[in-house]
């Protein structure tokens, strides 16, 4: 079937959906387009705000009305938030005003994004040993792997299964280590390659962030995708984010790419904490010396030059590596070492700047 003629066939599927309040969702206004890729389906339901919970069994039911026509599609349905009340005055972040459109996400006090400007450069390690390290300071964090061309985080934390969903349809995240936990990985359908559009991409974040009983968390760790595109756009606009780390490999090209991911960050007036500059120098296992394969200070002129604060450097350690690999993170397998103590330093820069408050 072509896929207008799915998502035609899908939307009168929707007619047999009841929603709340009388009607159906195939006449409901609220209904967005529905989004045909060879290997998925996506479309949003926009509910006023306070509605989430109530619509709860019409997203169900248009899920397996969707699924029935779609055969072997994997389908995601979300619900969106509607337009917040006209008269809402301005929101706050940081002492600034909030762009229109913004809200917080409820249960969560804090959102730090971690990108970078390529891939390979151990964002993902960062992301999920700096919530580890912000746990260890004895606040409640959760980690939200957004990296839709490579979901790293299950296997960085040993995840297995998928996260349990509610009677309600909103997701219960994974535990790992004490991390509530939530990867864009479990929303693919395994071994098929998902070519992910913009909208889609944003339903799939919104329905991870929005739709996933995250609450009370104090600190929500993103790992993003590297460089910049729809999650980095979607996320800003959509969503507070209390700042967003950077990190980098000392190699200029590295930072060049991560350059270019903290202009558009600037232009979207997402508060930029600091860069951290990883793999920065190696330590001999055996004697425990430090080498600066890379020459020194790159990361840290950048940041200079960028008018950013650098956060600190990590060591080049097989350690790192193979711990990752095993899903058992260098926070976890030694909280003393080296490679924890370089963790924490950074998360204690970030909470200098992102006053959280503790349990
Ligand atoms: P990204 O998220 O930027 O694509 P990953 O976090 O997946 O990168 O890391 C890429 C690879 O580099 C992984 O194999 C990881 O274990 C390894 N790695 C990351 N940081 C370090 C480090 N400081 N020392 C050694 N290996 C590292």
Redesign the pocket.
């Known amino acids: 079937m072509a896929d207008t003629d799915l998502a035609a066939a899908i939307k009168a599927a929707l007619a047999a959906v009841d929603i709340p309040g009388g009607g159906d969702l195939a006449g409901y206004g609220g209904l967005s387009d529905i989004i045909v890729t060879p290997s998925a389906v996506a479309f949003a339901i926009a509910v006023a705000p306070g509605m989430e919970a109530a619509f709860g069994p019409a997203r169900e039911a248009a899920q397996r009305a969707a699924q029935a026509v779609a055969g072997t599609r994997k389908i995601m349905v979300s619900l969106t938030g509607g337009k917040p009340p006209a008269k809402a005055g301005p929101t706050f972040s940081h002492g600034k005003p909030v762009p229109a459109g913004k809200t917080a996400v409820p249960g969560i006090k804090r959102i730090i994004a971690v990108g970078?400007g390529k891939?390979?450069?151990?964002?993902?390690?960062?992301a999920v040993n700096i919530a580890l390290a912000l746990q260890a300071e004895g606040l409640r964090v959760g980690i939200l792997d957004a990296?839709l061309y490579?979901p790293?985080i299950p296997k960085l934390l040993g995840l297995e299964g998928r996260p349990a969903v509610r009677d309600d349809g909103i997701f219960s995240p994974q535990d790992a280590f004490g991390l509530k936990a939530m990867s864009i990985g479990s929303m693919l359908v395994k071994d098929q390659a998902v070519v992910w559009r913009g909208p889609m991409a944003t339903a799939a974040l919104r329905q991870l962030l929005r739709e996933t009983d995250w609450g009370p968390l104090d600190v929500l760790v993103v790992d993003l995708p590297?460089g910049t595109g729809d999650i980095h756009i979607s996320l800003a606009q959509q969503t507070i984010v209390d700042g967003v780390v950077i990190?980098s490999t000392p190699q200029d090209l590295a930072l060049i790419d991560a350059k270019k991911a903290i202009d558009m960050l600037r232009r979207f007036e997402v508060p930029l904490l600091g860069l951290v500059e990883?793999?920065s120098y190696f330590i001999a296992p055996d004697t425990g010396t430090r080498y600066d394969i890379f020459g020194t200070g790159g990361a840290q002129q950048a940041a200079a030059d960028l008018e950013l604060p650098f956060l600190g450097a990590?060591?080049?350690?097989?350690s790192?590596?193979e711990g990752?690999?095993a899903g058992v993170p260098p926070m976890i397998a030694a909280p003393d070492g080296p490679e924890a103590t370089a963790y924490r330093a950074i998360s204690r820069s970030i909470l200098a700047q992102l006053p959280v408050l503790p349990r």
Do not use: E, Y
Not at 119 to 126: I, P, R, Y
Not at 314 to 318: N, R, S, T
């Open positions: 970078s891939g390979g450069v151990g964002k993902s390690t960062t990296d490579g790293s590297p990190v990883n793999m990590i060591p080049l350690v097989m790192i590596r990752s690999d």
